[in-house]
T-cell receptor
């Protein structure tokens, strides 16, 4: 089955700097890669997703890149703000497999 | 749409008791998932349904756990008997197709003493 590895597990950045979180997956059939943000005590919420026919997608300060050959994808947050502090999860799925999540990255943005 | 609705939000019970968690998916979503979240294991998939039919229950920890989806708008996750190691946040989530966004409920925080 699918296995998703996520790094780093914790990340601290200064406000205004960029943050990058990386994930690898094992199943070459995976074709849907979402990213979720979870604030303390709340549910995970989708922030951006990418499908395998696209290499990069941007939404304001957030971007995701996908390298299908290497089976890895990354989340980039630019101009970080204190409200970006949360746990971020990557995930992967295909037609025959449900979403499998990485272990999460705890991002702290220091003002 | 009200989103995925879970109840109760919090459940505190004693070891050995039966626990039932409830979920109402978003209307029109054909897929329903039950996840368990702990610090140690992260988000674990327990079971998922497609069109009310259980597709994969390989994540269910043991026979003490069972899940049902009697119709398109309701699912339950039952633990009987409960144990302290079952303490976690249980999320229900739904999606409309295999590669569409997954929407989570607010979760049920279960504490077994």
């Amino acid at each position: 089955g699918e296995n998703v590895e996520q790094h780093p597990s914790t990340l601290s950045v200064q406000e205004g700097d960029s943050a990058v979180i990386k994930c690898t997956y094992s199943d070459s059939a995976s074709n849907y890669f979402p990213w979720y943000k979870q604030e303390l005590g709340k549910r995970p919420q989708l922030i951006i997703d990418i499908r395998s026919n696209v290499g990069e997608k941007k939404d304001q300060r957030i971007a995701v890149t996908l390298n299908k050959t290497a089976k890895h994808f990354s989340l980039h947050i630019t101009e970080t703000q204190p409200e970006d502090s949360a746990v971020y999860f990557c995930a992967a799925s295909s037609r025959n497999t449900p979403l499998v999540f990485g272990k999460g990255t705890r991002l702290s943005v220091i003002a | 749409d009200a989103g995925v609705i879970q109840s109760p939000r919090h459940e505190v019970t004693e070891m050995g008791q039966e626990v039932t968690l409830r979920c109402k998916p978003i209307s029109g979503h054909d897929y329903l998932f039950w996840y368990r979240q702990t610090m140690m294991r992260g988000l674990e998939l327990l079971i998922y349904f497609n069109n009310n039919v259980p597709i994969d229950d390989s994540g269910m920890p043991e026979d003490r756990f069972s899940a049902k989806m009697p119709n398109a708008s309701f699912s339950t996750l039952k633990i009987q008997p409960s144990e302290p190691r079952d303490s976690a946040v249980y999320f229900c989530a739904s999606r409309s197709s295999y590669n569409s966004p997954l929407h989570f409920g607010n979760g049920t925080r279960l504490t077994v003493t």
